[in-house]
């Protein structure tokens, strides 16, 4: 019997199992002027946050970016990270791609779109491509738009 391995061996069965979409476990990281932000500087800030990007759904704009948010707010991203990491639980980018992907669940599952693609309602939910649209759909719902739209339909077909 031949208990060596072969390095080719040893290599498949130590690799981290790859994540599809090139999506990666999360890390937690320790920032200090999160904790230096004042509270009440917080909680006015998190009410603009919520009327700017959920309620006039500016997440919608591909364009639009935290430095942009933070023009808005008359604030720095410094100040805008610490608040949507600490209030929300999330980075900039997940917040807004948390919401395109609840706008994009309502469309797929409305019958009034069935005639249009994944990359049109990408678009209108307002991902710039369709490769970060697959992920972050994948990352929040766990299945494909297109497995998600079809069980949709199979679902109200019964």
């Given at each position: 019997m031949n208990y060596k391995q072969t390095?080719?061996?040893v290599v498949k069965t130590n690799a981290p199992k790859k994540l599809p979409y090139n999506l990666r476990e999360k890390k937690k990281k320790d920032a200090a002027y999160r904790t230096m932000i004042r509270p009440e500087l917080a909680d006015e800030l998190y009410q603009k946050i919520v009327d700017i990007v959920i309620i006039k759904k500016k997440y919608k704009d591909p364009n639009f970016s935290s430095k942009d948010l933070a023009k808005l707010l008359k604030t720095n991203t410094r100040y805008l990270?610490?608040?949507v990491n600490s209030r929300f639980g999330m980075n900039y980018s997940c917040l807004l791609n948390e919401y395109r992907i609840k706008d994009a669940l309502r469309l797929l599952a409305d019958k009034k779109n069935q005639n249009k693609n994944i990359e049109e309602i990408s678009a209108m939910v307002g991902f710039a491509n369709r490769q970060s649209f697959y992920a972050?759909?994948?990352?929040i719902v766990g299945e494909t738009p297109n497995g998600y739209r079809k069980a949709?339909?199979?679902a109200k077909k019964k």
């Open positions: 390095e080719e061996e990270s610490a608040v972050a759909f994948y990352r949709i339909m199979e």
